[in-house]
Nanobody, 123 residues
Framework: QVQLVESGGGLVQAGDSLRLSCAAS????????MGWFRQAPGKEREIVGT????????DYASALKGRFTISRDNAKNTVYLQMYNLKPEDTAVYYC????????????????WGQGTQVTVSS
């Protein structure tokens, strides 16, 4: 079992950068692949990207590749989402999630979820 807590969201202007953090409990963090998801008002949850257990492999939604990067520090039980050149359409609640084993593109396959952190981007 792992508990996840996101932080780092806030209100920013278009073009700004933010780094979100997701802190995990437990001593088996390296056993979990991680994903970042987001949900905008009135829209379904969508994938942001994933990172493998050791952090060597990442995958991103094509529309976000080049602006968003995911990294992890297994010694600190933390995964990060670095966001550059934020746009109003990036406004959403951002969630991190964990699953045993390999990465997955499907949110339904993730076992553990954080509470989310709000990112609001003004024009």
């Amino acid at each position: 079992q792992v508990q996840l807590v996101e932080s780092g969201g806030g209100l920013v202007q278009a073009g700004d950068s933010l780094r979100l953090s997701c802190a995990a409990s437990g001593r088996t963090f390296s056993s979990y692949a991680m994903g970042w998801f987001r949900q905008a008002p009135g829209k379904e949850r969508e994938i942001v990207g994933t990172i493998s257990r050791a952090g060597g492999l990442t995958d991103y939604a094509s529309a976000l590749k080049g602006r968003f990067t995911i990294s992890r520090d297994n010694a600190k039980n933390t995964v990060y989402l670095q966001m550059y050149n934020l746009k109003p359409e990036d406004t959403a609640v951002y969630y991190c999630a964990a699953r045993s084993g390999a990465q997955s593109w499907l949110g339904k396959e993730y076992e553990y979820w954080g509470q989310g952190t709000q990112v609001t981007v003004s024009s």
